[in-house]
């Protein structure tokens, strides 16, 4: 036998004898991927018909609560809720019920709906957000103390504009003027130049200035 045939066979062999002794496990790794590959697939299917259950849900709410069907809005918000928690359009139902609450003067269950959304959602930038709007609303029903709680668990560099001045509002409540006057201080560098709320955050400055000269 020529060496290049016997080097044929030897491979042929070993390889026989190696596909024998693994044969089983290569395939049942092959059944495993095959498994893996389909789950996944089966996952991700199921991930987007909640996604257009959840959105179809949302977009039938904002449609009700546009027709001044608030009762239909709000049973829509709840299903979303309860079925769809983990679903960005359920925080995008219940941030939209926390704004008609306030409109409607109901500062308790806004600030319910807004505890709600910031403990449902892991995206930084909308917790951010949240815990802003949660402080804004703490604010409005006396519990100055409350809102720097909730404004220190903002993380830092989100929304520093608003989270500044939210801060020495608090603090003016609090009577902790000279703490205001710095908090609004950062609020003020934290702002562009063109920023509409510098206007308002300078008049801030200029009351606890005037408030500072009386009081000295």
């Known amino acids: 036998m020529a060496f290049e045939e016997y080097d044929k066979y030897e491979q042929s062999e070993l390889v026989q004898k190696w596909l024998r ?26 991930q987007a018909r909640n996604e257009s ?8 709410a904002k449609v009700a609560q546009l027709s001044g069907k608030a009762d239909v809005a709000g049973q829509l918000t709840d299903q979303l809720m309860k079925d769809f928690a983990k ?19 109901q500062l308790d269950k806004a600030q ?11 995206e930084e930038p909308l917790k951010a957000l949240t815990l802003v709007r949660i402080a804004r609303v703490e604010l409005a029903r006396g519990q100055a ?6 404004l220190d668990r903002v993380p830092p560099g989100s929304f520093q504009g608003m989270v ?20 609004y201080q950062s609020a003020m560098s934290a702002l562009s130049e063109d920023a509409p709320q510098r206007g308002a955050l300078q008049m801030k400055l200029d009351d606890l200035a ?3 000269k009386q009081g000295a």
């Open 112 to 122: 319910a709906s807004l505890e709600w959304a910031e403990s449902h959602t892991t």
């Open 164 to 183: 500044q001045e939210l801060r020495g509002d608090a603090l003016v409540k609090l009577g902790r003027m000279d703490e205001a006057r710095k908090a």
């Open 145 to 150: 103390s409350g809102t720097l709680t909730t």
């Open 21 to 46: 002794e693994n044969g089983i496990s290569i395939v049942v790794g092959v059944l495993i991927g095959l498994v893996g590959i389909f789950g996944w697939q089966q996952w991700r299917n199921h």
């Open 53 to 60: 259950a959840a959105s179809q849900l949302y977009q039938q």
């Open 210 to 212: 005037v408030a500072g």
């Open 87 to 105: 679903s960005p359009y359920a925080l995008f139902a219940v941030s939209d019920r926390a704004r008609q609450q306030l409109q409607d003067k």
